[in-house]
């Protein structure tokens, strides 16, 4: 593969935030390309596909996703979930990165009340689960009650770079932003509130 997990290709890749299928193609990154190209005879239909990517410099200690246990588009009322409300074919989706922080998945059934912090509590107490998570370009599959968590850079000297894709097919047609994003966000410890 053309993109490995240098730090210079890495910061190479593009941010893109909700992107359709064309638009993805066309900004013509060696790994972006070759995600896609494992996927794109397995979408239905590319007006259904939206496309993330995101990249992220990190110090040791640093998630560059969500942390805690969580569903992606669940609807919620505030902080509570509404599980009454998620359609388990809304979506199915693919994920997988380059560099240090795997996305971890659980197979967790949710008791259909509470929010993500009390349903990420559970998942952590209950030392009966198992934890999967992909190696660095393996493709790992989700839809909407799977649940998962970003994991923070291990310890180790200087800054750790980072890339994630998330490729959506929805079961709805979409409307898409198709932008290219300059800016990311990391996730850090509260007691590391300052720099």
Known sequence: MAVTSQHTSI??????FDCD??????????WVDSVLDRLYDGFDRADHVRIDTRVSMLAAGWWPCIPGWHLDFAPRDGRKILFDQID????????????????QFVDHDACGVGTYEDH?????????LDYCQGAPDELMSFGPLSWHRGTAAKVGPGMHWRAFIRIVEFAKPQTFANEERNQTQVYIPSEHGGW
């Open 120 to 128: 990420s509590k559970a998942i952590e107490a209950d030392e009966s």
């Open 21 to 30: 299928v064309e638009t993805a193609y066309g900004f013509v990154n060696p």
């Open 88 to 103: 388990p074919d809304a979506y199915r989706a693919w994920t997988t990165y380059l560099g240090p922080c795997p996305t």
């Open 11 to 16: 910061r190479d890749i593009p941010q893109l």
